[in-house]
């Protein structure tokens, strides 16, 4: 009777369990999908408006249409739209999960895409590739898209690829700030970061100097005002830039030395004298990274060491970077990864804080000079190198000074947590130009003079706003106009965006068919004497890439690549009385370590095993590399 109550109180307790639980109050939807509000709500108390009106884009898709195509930008919903139909579609190779969720509470979606009948994932080389880290960069999110519909579709057609997906895994997570993307794509307002509220002028109030569209357009461009007092003109740095008779483009001068101020579209709202510059959020989750961190302004209270601008208040403090650090060191089998950005057309590496030569491995260095000479020729980008030199000089002398550009450190960067951490092949690639296509006057940079004669030239002039008159309610007579913050100064016009999104996505496919590749033979046996066997294993890693970087083996993301053999327990008992005993290797420990497979590299290892008696005995051996694989073959003596 007892055991009856008891199993009747253990059912009712697992009905309990396993029930779901509603919530009273009535569920909210996100402000994307809230159709009766005219206005966007984000999250987080702070001292300036929380809410904007929202804004409809003609370049941006809203809606999933029947086909998915790359002549406009797609929002959050959509993307996640095609993810959820492409698992459906494709569930012999795919996977689709969320992998955490945005300070706001969105769900951040990832997919892996492998052939699941040849293994699981973590089995398996990989590559991780990630869009939309910097929430307006939305280029980023596009080609991930792209490269997802690409290997998808070309499964089963493309014998590359198809070879690719049935030894490989690839993870790809197209947006990784749903936040910020989704305020970006909404409304008029622009930002880099989450919608968690910050400081950013660290004056005691949070966010409450935000940009303003006051000229009622939908978009925030710049205010240009003619110096008339005599402290605008002490201030007064820019000028009309003489080298193109339109009168559009500014040219920025020494303060004192020039005939204009200019600011972005908006209003002092907290009184200081500057224009927009706490508005939402303000965290970079491309600076709140583990590898190389320094406190946000503020935090160096000596004055005299680094600091860095949006680190956050400690590393990894914000949900969107945690979730791709925690995730990626559970997967130490990824060796190749690109977590893009936009604006510079750039194949951006490591080292952040020094130079290449410094802080690397030759051999190291000599793989990422290989892949960046592979992204060139997919891309065509003016640059490729790392952060702190390549980057930071790449123009080699400032315009205004005349001095002579010097390397510049940049903190909590995901490229150096990477490589010098995680022991990879990582990048922070940039893609678009500003429309500055090419050098059109021979200066040796490409900037807002290429942009604007290419899109005079090629794109119809959409891409900048001329000069219109306005009345700031503080300025008093100015001009709003400028490039396109959105669709041409950050990311491309939408008849440019597949090729873009395209280019870089073909580089990252290229990338990962170097993965490590171990291929190996089917185990060899010798009966060396009555009782006695010798069992080979050989195998030749035939990728790209070498199972592990100089920089994995000294930070241990990688284990040695080792050979162990399998029997049935009750054959390997008894030690010396086994019926089984495997007597080389002849320590304890019978695994053979066999290092690190480079690339091309050739591997032999021998097993000696004595056998009692005459009934077959089966075995599995198996190789075990953290970033080769794992592969287990069968065998029998006698």
């Given at each position: 009777?007892?055991k009856?109550?008891?199993?009747?109180?253990?059912?009712?307790?697992?009905?309990?369990?396993y029930?779901?639980?509603?919530?009273?109050?009535?569920?909210?939807?996100?402000?994307?999908?809230?159709?009766?509000s005219t206005?966007?709500?984000?999250?987080?108390?702070?001292?300036?408006?929380?809410?904007?009106?929202?804004e409809?884009?003609?370049?941006v898709?809203?809606?999933?249409?029947?086909?998915?195509?790359?002549?406009s930008?797609?929002?959050?919903?959509?993307m996640?739209?095609?993810?959820?139909?492409?698992?459906?579609?494709?569930?012999?190779?795919t996977d689709?999960y969320?992998?955490?969720?945005?300070?706001e509470?969105?769900?951040i979606?990832?997919m892996?895409?492998t052939?699941?009948?040849?293994?699981?994932?973590?089995d398996?080389?990989?590559?991780?590739?990630?869009?939309?880290?910097?929430?307006?960069?939305?280029?980023?999110?596009?080609?991930?898209?792209w490269?997802?519909?690409h290997?998808?579709?070309?499964?089963?057609?493309?014998?590359e690829?198809?070879?690719?997906?049935d030894?490989?895994a690839?993870?790809?997570?197209?947006?990784?700030?749903?936040?910020?993307s989704?305020l970006y794509?909404?409304t008029?307002?622009?930002?880099?970061s989450?919608?968690r509220?910050?400081d950013?002028?660290?004056?005691?109030?949070?966010d409450?100097?935000p940009?303003?569209?006051?000229d009622g357009?939908?978009?925030?461009?710049?205010?240009?005002?003619?110096?008339?007092?005599?402290?605008?003109?002490?201030?007064?740095?820019y000028i009309i830039?003489?080298?193109?008779?339109s009168g559009?483009?500014?040219?920025?001068?020494?303060?004192?030395?020039?005939?204009?101020?200019?600011?972005t579209?908006?209003?002092?709202?907290?009184?200081?004298?500057?224009?927009?510059?706490?508005?939402?959020?303000?965290?970079?989750?491309?600076?709140?990274?583990?590898e190389?961190?320094?406190?946000d302004?503020?935090?160096?209270?000596?004055?005299?060491?680094?600091?860095?601008?949006?680190?956050?208040?400690?590393?990894?403090?914000?949900?969107?970077?945690?979730?791709?650090v925690?995730?990626?060191?559970?997967?130490?089998n990824?060796?190749?990864?690109?977590?893009?950005?936009?604006?510079?057309?750039?194949?951006?590496?490591?080292?952040?804080?020094?130079?290449?030569?410094?802080r690397?491995?030759?051999e190291?260095?000599?793989?990422?000079?290989e892949?960046?000479?592979?992204?060139?020729?997919?891309?065509?980008?003016?640059?490729?190198?790392?952060v702190y030199e390549?980057?930071?000089?790449?123009?080699?002398?400032?315009?205004?000074?005349g001095?002579?550009?010097?390397?510049?450190?940049l903190?909590g960067?995901?490229?150096?947590?990477?490589y010098?951490?995680?022991?990879?092949?990582?990048?922070?690639?940039e893609?678009?130009?500003?429309?500055?296509?090419?050098?059109y006057?021979?200066?040796?940079?490409?900037?807002?003079?290429?942009?604007l004669?290419?899109?005079?030239?090629?794109?119809g002039?959409?891409?900048f706003?001329s000069w219109t008159?306005?009345?700031h309610?503080?300025?008093?007579?100015?001009?709003?106009?400028?490039?396109?913050?959105?669709?041409?100064?950050?990311?491309?016009p939408?008849?440019?965006?597949e090729?873009w999104?395209?280019?870089?996505?073909?580089?990252?496919l290229?990338?990962?068919?170097?993965?490590?590749?171990?291929?190996?033979?089917?185990?060899?046996v010798?009966k060396?004497?009555?009782?006695l066997?010798?069992?080979?294993?050989?195998?030749t890693?035939?990728?790209?890439?070498?199972?592990a970087?100089?920089?994995?083996?000294?930070?241990k993301?990688?284990?040695?690549?080792?050979?162990?053999?399998?029997?049935?327990?009750?054959?390997?008992?008894?030690y010396?009385?086994?019926?089984?005993?495997?007597?080389s290797p002849e320590?304890y420990?019978?695994?053979?370590?066999a290092?690190?497979?480079g690339?091309?590299?050739?591997k032999?290892?021998?097993f000696q095993?004595?056998?009692?008696?005459?009934?077959?005995?089966?075995?599995?051996?198996?190789?075990?590399?953290?970033?080769g694989g794992?592969?287990?073959q069968?065998?029998?003596?006698?």
């Open positions: 009777m007892r009856y109550f008891f199993l009747v109180f253990l059912a009712l307790f697992m009905g309990q369990a029930a779901q639980v509603k919530d009273f109050r009535s569920e909210k939807p996100f402000p994307e999908k809230n159709e009766k206005f966007y709500t984000v999250q987080g108390e702070r001292h300036g408006p929380s809410f904007f009106k929202k409809v884009f003609p370049e898709e809203y809606t999933p249409g029947e086909q998915l195509t790359f002549d930008y797609h929002t959050v919903e959509v996640y739209h095609w993810y959820e139909k492409w698992a459906q579609d494709f569930p012999e190779i689709l969320v992998i955490g969720y945005s300070f509470g969105r769900p979606y990832q892996t895409i052939n699941k009948k040849t293994g699981k994932d973590t398996k080389p990989a590559a991780y590739f990630e869009g939309g880290r910097h929430s307006g960069e939305i280029t980023s999110s596009e080609s991930i898209l490269l997802t519909k290997l998808l579709e070309n499964y089963g057609k493309d014998e690829i198809t070879h690719l997906i030894t490989k690839i993870y790809l997570r197209p947006q990784n700030n749903p936040d910020g989704n794509l909404y008029a307002q622009r930002n880099r989450t919608v509220p910050h950013n002028d660290r004056d005691g109030l949070i409450e100097d940009e303003e569209d006051l357009d939908g978009i925030i461009y710049q205010i240009r005002k003619k110096a008339e007092t005599e402290e605008e003109k002490k201030k007064a740095n830039d003489p080298s193109h008779p559009k483009l500014m040219k920025r001068v020494f303060p004192g030395k020039g005939d204009y101020l200019l600011f579209e908006g209003i002092d709202n907290d009184g200081d004298g500057d224009y927009n510059e706490d508005g939402i959020g303000g965290l970079d989750l491309h600076r709140n990274y583990p190389n961190w320094r406190p302004i503020g935090g160096d209270l000596t004055g005299r060491g680094y600091t860095q601008y949006g680190a956050g208040q400690y590393p990894l403090s914000e949900a969107e970077t945690r979730s791709t925690l995730w990626i060191l559970s997967h130490p990824i060796s190749v990864v690109n977590s893009m950005d936009t604006r510079v057309p750039m194949h951006l590496r490591p080292p952040s804080t020094s130079k290449s030569e410094e690397m491995y030759p190291d260095l000599a793989i990422y000079k892949m960046d000479e592979l992204g060139l020729s997919y891309t065509a980008y003016p640059w490729a190198g790392d390549t980057y930071a000089t790449r123009y080699k002398v400032n315009r205004m000074t001095d002579p550009l010097k390397p510049s450190p903190f960067h995901g490229p150096d947590f990477g010098f951490y995680f022991g990879s092949i990582w990048y922070g690639d893609l678009w130009n500003n429309g500055a296509m090419k050098d006057n021979q200066d040796g940079i490409y900037d807002d003079y290429d942009g004669v290419w899109d005079e030239e090629e794109n002039g959409k891409g706003k008159p306005f009345k309610p503080e300025l008093g007579d100015v001009e709003i106009g400028g490039f396109h913050p959105k669709f041409f100064g950050q990311n491309g939408t008849w440019q965006l090729n999104a395209k280019k870089q996505a073909l580089f990252n290229a990338m990962a068919k170097r993965l490590p590749e171990i291929k190996v033979e089917a185990p060899v010798e060396l004497k009555d009782g066997y010798e069992i080979t294993l050989q195998w890693n035939v990728g790209g890439l070498p199972v970087l100089e920089q994995a083996k000294l930070v993301i990688v284990q040695e690549d080792r050979v162990s053999l399998e029997f049935k327990k009750e054959l390997t008992e008894g010396e009385n086994a019926k089984v005993k495997i007597v320590l420990d019978k695994t053979i370590y290092g690190h497979t690339k091309g590299e050739f032999t290892v021998t095993v004595e056998v009692s008696g005459d009934e077959p005995v089966e075995g599995k051996i198996k190789l075990s590399s953290t970033r794992l592969f287990v069968d065998f029998k003596l006698n």
